[in-house]
């Protein structure tokens, strides 16, 4: 299971932090990953991070977000800068090839001016 924090409503160009502990799997092998859904889209990786420290990011956030783990603490982070109105979206941590039973309630990311 997977558990997520720090959303909220935030101006364009402002900034999130956002946090999540995992319970019930074996988090330092895994490739954690946090995973996004828009109203009225599918939902997309976003970024994801190999126990080993190896990251990859969608196009779209290159260069904005940051993704990190600590496996001391089965926990994963995403530190979101310069934000778009069109990073809206539910934000879901879960493995890269995810979970499909630990999926948390998300945790809700509103760019708006």
């Known amino acids: 299971q997977f558990v997520e924090s720090g959303g909220g409503l935030v101006q364009p160009g402002g900034s999130l932090s956002l946090s999540c502990t995992a319970s019930g799997v074996y988090f330092t092998v895994i490739t954690a990953a946090w995973w996004r859904r828009a109203p009225g889209k599918q939902r997309e990786l976003v970024a994801q991070i190999t126990r080993g420290g190896d990251i990859k990011y969608e196009d779209s956030v290159k260069g904005r977000f940051t993704i990190s783990r600590d496996n001391t603490k089965s926990s994963v982070y995403l530190q979101m800068n310069n934000l778009r109105p069109e990073d809206t979206a539910l934000y879901y941590c879960?493995?890269?090839?995810?979970?499909?039973?630990?999926w948390g309630q998300g945790t809700q990311v509103t760019v708006s001016s």
């Open positions: 879960n493995a890269a090839v995810p979970f499909d039973d630990a």
